[in-house]
């Protein structure tokens, strides 16, 4: 058991001598990897938060029901009765056309123009609050509602939330782009660390197959580094996004106290640090990977 | 132990580096490859220690057929063999101590089990002073001294020295071959390269000598 275990920690200290040895080296390494780790971090922190922002409006889009002008009581009930139970509407208010009419009346910039009118041309309206704000989901309810009985038109008021949403969708997009593109980048970057240190450490690399070393054997050090390079530059990434939220926030609540608001960025959730990290050191096992099986295969050749 | 049946060698592009060998190697052989240069003696042992496969005929080692062996299977084959290179091929970014100590890692021995054993097959060669020295610092009949060290040091059933006096003079040429013969005496299969038979054979192991004599890749004796 000890000596199983001792197969896979002496390697693993052999690397962190190694890295303690040539420490300024593998700091800048991990620095390149961290900063190219934050780039997609901070894009997808600002679209987050931007998300988070449209999620907790307090002017919420509405729907707006406006009714036939010789609807009857009972189907007034009935739009009434189906808002109540709809599962997708948070609240919902009733204007007749009387107490819409005396509004009109009453507000000064709109008087005249009923004062012109012999006759209320306002019809009977509800005004909807739905549950959910997704432009999508919105648009699924106002041609629902658009079809119910006695309704003469649905309208939504919501275009700047669609637009907002729009970026949004972009954006992720442009992270997920970006996320892919510094993803190679980043095996690209481990891989070619991992084969310079392979190109010193080839003569120990032959002697040892020589003399009967196993392909894994040969190949675990150089999985170690490049595991821990993913590791360094993952930790480096997050303190590089955690410097830049904080930045960021010093400006930001300045301009958010102007506005009264409350918006800060924070940093995104454990799951989504995990996954940074994770992935992190994933690509470097795999960069790792990549450039020690070739270095096998060129040796194995000769 | 070892057994060549019309054993031939090809390199791409090349003559024939051995051409249809057959002998056997017993356990306990102490045997003289000799040869002039470009006869075909290092291929041999490359054969021999399962580096290099044969182009066709077979080679048996403790009853595996090389040519049949998978790729997995060849570094456990490797692992009964104590190899000696006339260029050492020792490691310089370490010193003495980690250079003996890669074959027991190797084969997965660490710790103080390992200290004992690199101790022990660095006191045969006679360096246990010099363990912290680095290679570098060494003569060359000590380096030579430091790689049968690293060889014995994970106890191989068989030891394979490729011209291991090459680069010494006379009093260093006999001090290495002795101590090779001295693991021949402990009932180890020592294999040795060279270009001629060295002039003075101990007579306590003239009757175990054995010579495969290579000319342009054949045996001539």
Not at chain 1, 62 to 89: C, M, R, W, Y
Not at chain 1, 152 to 158: C, I, L, N, T
Not at chain 2, 34 to 46: D, V, Y
Request: glycine share 8%.
């Amino acid at each position: 058991m000890n000596q199983w275990l001792n197969q896979y920690i002496q390697p693993l200290s052999m690397v962190l001598g190694r890295m303690r040895q040539n420490l300024l080296g593998s700091i800048l390494i991990c620095c390149v990897i961290g900063l190219t780790l934050s780039l997609p971090t901070i894009l997808f922190t600002i679209i987050d938060n931007l998300g988070q922002v449209t999620g907790n409006l307090e002017n919420r889009p509405q729907l707006n029901l406006f009714l036939k002008l010789d609807v009857s009581n009972s189907t007034k009930e009935a739009i009434s009765e189906q808002l109540k139970k709809h599962p997708g509407i948070n609240k919902y208010e009733f204007v007749s056309k009387e107490s819409a009419w005396e509004q009109m009346q009453q507000n000064a910039s709109t008087a005249e123009i009923s004062a012109s009118l012999n006759k209320n041309p306002l019809p009977d309206a509800f005004f909807v609050t739905p549950k959910d704000i997704k432009p999508e989901n919105l648009q699924r309810l106002q041609k629902e509602m658009q079809q119910w009985d006695g309704v003469e038109s649905a309208q939504v008021d919501a275009n700047w939330i669609k637009r907002l949403d729009t970026v949004i969708k972009l954006g992720k997009k442009v992270i997920f782009v970006l996320v892919i593109l510094l993803g190679i980048a980043l095996i690209t970057i481990i891989g070619n660390t991992i084969r310079l240190q392979i190109m010193t450490q080839l003569e120990e690399i032959e002697v040892s197959k020589l003399i009967g070393a196993t392909n894994q054997f040969i190949r675990r050090p150089f999985l170690y580094a490049g595991t821990l390079y993913g590791l360094g530059g993952g930790l480096a990434g997050l303190l590089v996004l955690y410097a830049v939220v904080q930045l960021f926030n010093t400006s930001v609540t300045e301009i958010a106290d102007l506005y009264a608001s409350q918006f800060r960025l924070s940093m995104p959730n454990a799951n989504i640090i995990g996954a940074m990290l994770l992935s992190a050191i994933g690509l470097g096992w795999m960069g790792s990977f990549v450039a020690v099986n070739r270095a096998l295969a060129k040796i194995d050749q000769v | 132990m070892i057994k060549f049946d019309r054993v031939t060698k090809r390199y791409p592009g090349s003559f024939d580096a051995i051409k249809k060998t057959s002998f056997e190697i017993e356990q306990g052989d102490l045997v003289f490859v000799t040869g002039a240069s470009g006869a075909g003696k290092s291929t041999l042992l490359k054969l021999i220690a399962g580096i290099e496969r044969p182009t066709s005929g077979t080679v048996l080692i403790n009853n595996q057929n090389v040519s049949q062996l998978k790729t997995a299977a060849i570094p456990y084959l490797r692992r009964n063999f104590g190899l000696i290179f006339q260029d050492h091929k020792l490691l310089y970014d370490r010193n003495c101590f980690e250079n003996v100590a890669l074959p027991l890692h190797i084969n997965g021995i660490l710790g103080e089990e390992a200290a004992k054993r690199i101790r022990a097959a660095l006191d045969k060669v006679g360096l246990l002073s010099k363990e912290k020295s680095m290679p570098i610092a060494l003569s060359g009949g000590e380096q030579q001294r430091l790689a049968i060290a690293r060889a014995v040091v994970s106890r191989p059933a068989i030891l394979v020295a490729d011209e291991p006096t090459g680069n010494l003079d006379e009093d260093y040429a006999a001090d290495i071959l002795s101590s090779l013969y001295a693991f021949q005496q402990v009932g180890v299969t020592v294999i040795i390269a060279s270009h001629e038979l060295p002039h003075i054979i101990p007579e306590n192991i003239q009757n175990v000598v054995k010579v495969l004599q290579l000319q342009h890749g054949e045996l001539t004796a």
